[in-house]
């Protein structure tokens, strides 16, 4: 899941948590999300899965995987979207971050992807050396 659509899951389960005590999300907004994200990527599927926008984009996602490379006892990142900050994620053990590194980096791809205006050359993403331990 992209990390927009994840923050917008998770701002609205803590509302509900908030106002009913209970763990809910409105999926009938990230379904929305999911489905104006794949008509501007022209992705538009059966099932409108999440799949078939990653699917579509799979070879910028992978050229995006190859700029990014875990270093020693890496427990999380900040990730920047032409020079902002969008996110930070961190995690107790190397081991844990190391399962998720991947999925991370997809995630914030997608949003640098979405947010490339088309015909638009800089660049959007910026290897750092200097990693969380």
């Known amino acids: ?3 927009r659509m994840r923050a917008m899951k998770a701002e609205q389960v803590q509302r509900s948590v908030r106002a009913r005590g209970e763990f809910q999300a409105d999926q009938s907004a990230i379904w929305q999300d ?3 994200r794949a008509a501007r990527r022209n992705a538009m599927s059966p099932s409108m899965a999440m799949a078939g926008i990653y699917e579509k984009d ?3 996602l992978q050229e995006y995987l190859s700029h990014f490379t875990l270093v020693g006892s890496q427990v999380g990142a900040v990730f920047m979207i ?3 900050v969008v ?3 961190a995690f107790g ?3 844990t971050f190391s399962k998720t590194f991947k999925k991370l980096v997809e995630s914030y791809a997608m949003d640098a992807i979405d947010w490339l ?3 638009e050359r800089g660049q959007v993403f910026e290897k750092r050396s200097d990693p969380i331990y």
């Open 34 to 36: 999911i489905s104006e």
């Open 82 to 84: 032409n020079g902002k």
């Open 93 to 95: 053990k190397p081991e």
């Open 87 to 89: 996110g930070a994620d």
């Open 117 to 119: 205006e088309e015909g």
């Open 1 to 3: 899941m992209p990390s």
């Open 58 to 60: 799979l070879p910028s």
